[in-house]
């Protein structure tokens, strides 16, 4: 079956510009989640949905920063008035739950990645 | 979130088998331990993922002693297509089910 799409492959914008991240998830996995890769760095956490709510924002960096996932499947990250330190990869992941029970977590799946570069 | 240690990178050569240790002190009770692979420009990938003693699957092992305070993921006999960066997960007490902290991970670099 498909993996987990993301849309655009590539992204370059004007600082000030708000931008639109889409993720396409595995069909049947309730959970969702948003990294970002800055160059050489590890992934930093930004937010995860069950079903269509997010029980944890606290990753979102700033409040230009903000995602939205409707009909538990596709999910939409949204970056106002983009700065260049937004500049980085942001990956999405999907699993089939968050994990029954605390301590076990559900393998992710990740997708391509969008390459967001603010100029 | 628990936070995790890791070398920042190892060198092998083709066919020797690769050791990487994870040190966890803060793991929780519950906790698993996970381990991603990733290739450059690829989002990271699933490997293995253990609670105690060892875990073996088809592309790696994971070793925990008992006081699993710290993990080993073994390759064996790398390839060159083994290269890549290596994330060891551990949720840590007070986690948000859901959020995983990646850190840097360790830069597997085999040589021919």
């Known amino acids: 079956g498909a993996g987990v799409s993301q849309s655009p492959s590539n992204k370059v914008t004007e600082k000030g510009k708000d931008v639109e991240l889409r993720c396409d998830p595995i069909s049947g996995h309730t959970a969702l989640y948003w990294y970002r890769q800055s160059l050489g760095q590890g992934l930093e956490f930004l937010i995860y949905?069950?079903?269509?709510?997010?029980?944890?924002k606290s990753g979102l960096p700033s409040d230009r920063f903000s995602a939205e996932r409707t009909g538990g499947s596709v999910s939409t990250l949204t970056i106002q008035r983009t700065q260049q330190e937004d500049s980085a990869v942001y990956l999405c992941?999907?699993?089939?739950?968050?994990?029954?029970?605390?301590?076990?977590?559900?393998?992710?799946?990740f997708g391509p990645g969008t390459r967001l570069l603010v100029l | 979130l628990a936070k995790t240690t890791q070398p920042i990178s190892m060198d092998s050569y083709e066919g020797q088998e690769v050791n990487i240790t994870c040190s966890h002190n803060n793991i929780a009770t519950n906790d698993y331990i996970t381990w991603y692979q990733q290739f450059p420009s690829q989002g990271p990938r699933f490997i293995i993922q253990?609670?105690?003693t060892k875990v073996t699957n088809e592309v790696a092992s994971l070793f925990i002693p008992a006081d699993r305070k710290s993990s080993t993921l073994s390759l064996p006999r790398v390839s060159l297509s083994d290269t890549a960066v290596y994330y060891c997960?551990?949720?840590?007490?007070?986690?948000?089910?859901?959020?995983?902290?990646f850190g840097r991970g360790t830069q597997l670099t085999v040589w021919p």
């Open positions: 992941a999907s699993s089939v739950a968050t994990g029954t029970k605390r301590g076990y977590q559900e393998t992710q799946y």
């Open positions: 949905f069950q079903g269509n709510s997010a029980p944890d």
């Open positions: 253990g609670y105690k």
């Open positions: 997960l551990v949720p840590g007490r007070g986690s948000t089910l859901g959020r995983l902290y």
